[in-house]
Nanobody
Framework: QVQLVESGGGLVQAGGSLRLSCAAS????????MGWFRQAPGKEREFITT????????SYADSVKGRFTVSRDNAKNTVYLQMTSLKPEDTAVYYC?????????????????WGQGTQVTVSS
């Protein structure tokens, strides 16, 4: 089992920045690909970004490309999501997810473990 705990969410003005963290515990973390997803009220959960276990492969949704950056520190069992130039449409609950296979993926159903989520609210 892997437990994931997100933190760093909050309220920020449009144009601002936040850094989310996802701390993992349980089974070996470094062999997992990780992903970030988000879900706004009344909408489906959507892919934001993914990172391979080495960090050498990343992928981003078009909506966040150039504004968000994913990284990981396997020694700390933590993955990060740096968000800049935030927009009101970025408002959502943000989830991190772990995939047992060490292949980054944008597909929600490829992930085996999920955190509880952290709320990000961007005011206009």
């Amino acid at each position: 089992q892997v437990q994931l705990v997100e933190s760093g969410g909050g309220l920020v003005q449009a144009g601002g920045s936040l850094r989310l963290s996802c701390a993992a515990s349980g089974r070996t973390f470094s062999r997992y690909a990780m992903g970030w997803f988000r879900q706004a009220p009344g909408k489906e959960r959507e892919f934001i970004t993914t990172i391979s276990w080495t960090g050498g492969t990343t992928s981003y949704a078009d909506s966040v490309k150039g504004r968000f950056t994913v990284s990981r520190d396997n020694a700390k069992n933590t993955v990060y999501l740096q968000m800049t130039s935030l927009k009101p449409e970025d408002t959502a609950v943000y989830y991190c997810a772990a995939r047992i296979r060490d292949i980054a993926s944008a597909r929600l159903y490829d992930y085996d473990y999920w955190g509880q989520g952290t709320q990000v609210t961007v005011s206009s």
